[in-house]
């Protein structure tokens, strides 16, 4: 079957580093994404990886490794305003497999 | 350039009832997907439109619907409104098939 885990929780400092794991389980890849999705609102897109290694963007940097079916988010210098959830999701890579599965997310709380 | 838009963003309806719900891609975008979203399952696809055509399909039953017009506009069907059909319907588009996704601010259907 597919799947992907995450921390369902996760709490942190303002100002400090948090690392958002991500696992998964699909048949075949075609790339993770990365999503942040505040209370009440729409998920807004956040990284794309399709090849190993890690990709960086401001605060935010993303790795996979596809051989261990391993991402992380990584968040620098929080802010009380990253106080959300973390969506992962994975695409597949053959017919209907291609959609994209997601995590049930994790949900991010940045204390002062 | 404007964002999806997604109407009605509240609804609320009884069991029995049918229920359409639209979606306005970015400009340009020919892809749209449908997900809902509920707390205890996280986001779960429902079907994606890309030229007219579905080209993937989730696991739920035939009640749910969907079709795509010419100008990449969509809308998603509802029929026999059961209870567990409350959630936040998402629609998402990207510029082509298996691109990044962009999210609408969602419809909350209630069922009563």
């Known amino acids: 079957g597919q799947n992907i885990d995450q921390p369902t929780e996760m709490t942190a400092t303002e100002g400090a580093i948090v690392q958002i794991n991500c696992t998964y389980q699909?048949?075949?890849?075609?790339?993770l994404f990365w999503y942040q999705q505040h209370a009440g609102e729409a998920p807004t897109f956040l990284s794309y990886?399709?090849l190993d290694g890690l990709e960086e963007k401001g605060r935010f940097s993303s790795f996979l490794s596809r051989s261990k079916g391993y991402s992380y988010l990584l968040l620098k210098e929080l802010q009380m305003k990253d106080s959300a959830s973390y969506l992962c999701?994975?695409?597949?890579?053959?017919?209907?497999?291609?959609?994209?599965?997601w995590g049930l997310g994790t949900s991010l709380a940045v204390n002062p | 350039k404007a964002g999806v838009t997604q109407t009605p963003r509240y609804l609320i309806k009884t069991r029995g009832q049918q229920v359409t719900l639209s979606c306005s891609p970015i400009?340009?975008?020919?892809?749209v997907s449908w997900y809902q979203q509920t707390p205890g399952q996280g986001l779960q696809f429902l079907f994606e439109?890309?030229?007219?055509?579905?080209?993937n399909k989730g696991n739920f039953p035939g009640r749910f619907s969907g079709r795509q017009f010419s100008n990449s506009r969509s809308e998603m069907n509802v029929s026999t409104l059961e209870l567990g059909d409350s959630a936040l319907y998402l629609c998402?588009?990207?510029?082509?098939?298996?691109?990044?996704?962009?999210f609408g601010p969602g419809t909350r259907l209630t069922v009563l």
């Open positions: 998402a588009s990207s510029l082509v098939t298996d691109g990044t996704q962009y």
């Open positions: 400009s340009g975008h020919r892809s």
């Open positions: 439109y890309f030229s007219e055509t579905q080209r």
């Open positions: 699909t048949s075949g890849f075609n790339g």
């Open positions: 990886n399709v």
């Open positions: 999701a994975v695409r597949g890579n053959a017919g209907n497999n291609r959609k994209l599965i």
